[in-house]
Nanobody, 122 residues
């Protein structure tokens, strides 16, 4: 099993930045793909970014390329999502997830955190 705890969300003005963090514990050697997803009210959960604990493979949704950066610190089992140049449409609950394949579908991830709210005001 894997336990995930997100933090770092908040209220920010358009153009601002936040750094989201996800602390992982448990079998991250097996569930070694870490993903960030987001879900806005009334919308489906969507892929944002993913990374492996080895850090060699990363991927981003087209909507966030150039603005968001995913990274990890293996020493403290933490994955980060640096979100820059925020737009009102980035408002959502952001979730961290653990998977075993480099996928972009929520169903490909077996463990989820509780989420952290990001609200961008215009």
């Amino acid at each position: 099993q894997v336990q995930l705890v997100e933090s770092g969300g908040g209220l920010v003005q358009a153009g601002g930045s936040l750094r989201l963090a996800c602390v992982a514990s448990g079998r991250t050697d097996v569930w070694n793909v870490m993903g960030w997803f987001r879900q806005a009210p009334g919308k489906e959960r969507e892929f944002v970014a993913r990374i492996t604990w080895s850090g060699n493979w990363v991927g981003y949704a087209d909507s966030v390329k150039g603005r968001f950066t995913i990274s990890r610190n293996n020493a403290i089992s933490t994955v980060y999502l640096q979100v820059n140049s925020l737009k009102p449409e980035d408002t959502a609950v952001y979730y961290c997830a653990a998977g075993r394949v480099m996928g972009s579908q929520p169903g490909q991830y077996g463990y989820w955190g509780q989420g952290t709210q990001v609200t961008v005001s215009s």
